[in-house]
């Protein structure tokens, strides 16, 4: 949310919120039950904040968009 927040535009950061809320409420966090994958989340945010420290925006989407991958429905097909 730092990141979106940081965009400035309250419409983007309430409707992303509003996706990340539905995540939840939809059980795609529950791989985070364990430490392993609290572990490979952190990891994940800290390569995506690298990524935008370093100002490299592709690397930052591709990164951001496998992060996301494990809320996706699985009857979608992978982001490409």
Not at 34 to 43: I, K, N, T
Not at 72 to 77: A, I, L, Q, S
Request: avoid cysteine.
């Amino acid at each position: 949310m730092a990141v979106v927040d940081s965009i400035g535009n309250s419409r983007w950061s309430k409707t992303i919120s509003n996706l990340r809320d539905e995540s939840r409420v939809n059980g795609a966090y529950r791989y985070l039950k364990d430490s392993q994958g609290l572990h490979h989340s952190a990891q994940e945010h800290i390569d995506i904040a690298k990524a935008v420290q370093e100002r490299d925006p592709e690397k930052a989407a591709v990164l951001m968009l496998k992060h996301l991958e494990y809320a996706r429905p699985k009857n979608y097909p992978p982001a490409s």
